[in-house]
């Protein structure tokens, strides 16, 4: 049996992010097996042009519409693809028939409709961007299965049980078992919390990434967001689903099956790996990252969460158990929260506060589409900021 070819024709959503940037290198490492169509952004007009100047897409696009014009003069006089602009374009573009493969690493709740437009189109959707599992999750994934769209995380940890569990089959694992860096603070005392600054949030350990995702991880919400992802995308009960701290980020996570095999992803920390795994599945391409040696892999060690410095953790357990639109009110007031927190408006601990209290006031009801989605983000937002 001949294994399919990965898909050729590319939307990059976030382009000029982290993700969106190492995708690119991916792209330049796989010469001539990629072709970038659509490359978006929401607001880094320069960089987008640059982009567009060298890749020659079909389209480019910016999410913020009063950035069109900018956009239009930034881009090379000899460019001839279309230009777009707004959240309802960006969307649009995920449907277009000549791309096979959306990779959705739009930042925070933004990046839902694109998502949902890839899905609902039958596409390869490589997913960077985390929130649109955690507030529609259930959306998202019966979507999915009435199209047939293939849903690859690009999470380096849910790339990583995405890859463990296919050693087994589903009803054979225990457990799936997510890591973690512990990010800046893990060690740090939690009665010191109150002096944190914007600086010392924004200096990750292990990965350089993004303003908002880096203060997720320092205050651990980025695993209390996973256990939620994790819940739906690998449909598991949230008992099933277990954080492990890793400060070495080698392990990416873990699957214990039944018989008490674990199951590791290993590499070092390259989001380059699990973006070229998610645009090559199932194959798995020559890459030229040196992903092993024995020094960097000689010393891993393992340690529990501290729930009581990091409350986030509960969080996310919660939303991923109450379901309806918890999780969506979980990841809209957490991002308010790191809005208002790297501002300098609030203070590194209120992040928890916030979150908890606007979690603790969830409306009732079931998300059935995307506007239930967006105004129970609304109102996070708005509970958060009060």
């Not at 993004?210 to 008992?239: C, H, Q, Y």
Request: hydrophobic residues 45%.
């Amino acid at each position: 049996m001949t294994t399919p070819a990965p898909p050729r024709r590319l939307a990059l959503f976030g382009s000029t992010g982290s993700i969106g940037k190492n995708a690119l290198r991916v792209v330049d490492d796989l010469a001539g097996v990629f072709e970038v169509a659509v490359l978006a952004a929401w607001r880094s007009v320069d960089a987008l042009a640059e982009q567009a100047a060298r890749l020659r897409p079909a389209v480019v696009a910016v999410g913020d519409p009063r950035l069109e014009d900018d956009l239009r003069r930034a881009l090379p006089r000899d460019f001839r693809g279309d230009v777009r602009s707004g959240p309802a374009a960006l969307a649009e573009l995920a449907l277009r028939d000549d791309v096979d493969c959306v990779l959705n690493a739009v930042t925070g709740a933004a990046g839902l409709p694109v998502t949902l437009a890839a899905v609902r189109a039958g596409k390869r959707l490589a997913l960077a961007n985390k929130e649109s599992l955690v507030a529609a999750g259930p959306l998202v994934m019966a979507e999915a299965a009435r199209s047939g769209a293939e849903i690859v995380p690009v999470d380096s940890e849910h790339s990583a049980l995405f890859q463990a569990l296919q050693a087994g089959r589903r009803d054979e694992v225990k457990k799936l078992i997510l890591t973690g860096s512990g990010g800046p603070f893990r060690t740090r005392p939690r009665e010191t919390f109150a002096s944190v600054t914007r600086d010392e949030a924004l200096k990750h350990p292990t990965w350089t990434m993004g303003p908002k995702i880096t203060v997720d991880s320092a205050t651990l919400m980025n695993k209390a967001l996973e256990i939620v992802e994790a819940r739906w995308l690998f449909d598991a009960p949230a008992d099933q689903i277990d954080v492990v701290i890793h400060p070495q980020s080698i392990v990416h996570s873990m699957v214990l099956f039944q018989d008490g095999s674990v199951v590791a992803q290993m590499s070092r920390p390259d989001m380059r790996t699990a973006i070229q795994y998610a645009l090559t599945w199932p194959r798995r391409l020559p890459s030229p990252l040196e992903t092993y040696s024995v020094p960097a892999f000689a010393n891993l060690t393992f340690e529990e969460p501290d729930v009581r410095k990091f409350p986030s953790l509960r969080f996310g357990r919660r939303a991923a158990v109450e379901g309806g639109l918890a999780g969506a009110v979980l990841n809209a007031a957490n991002e308010k929260a790191v809005e208002l927190f790297l501002e300098g408006r609030i203070a590194f601990p209120e992040i928890f506060e916030r979150v908890e209290r606007t979690l603790d006031r969830t409306p009732s009801g079931v998300a059935t589409s995307l506007d239930d989605v967006l105004a129970a983000d609304a109102w996070a937002r708005a509970e958060a900021a009060a």
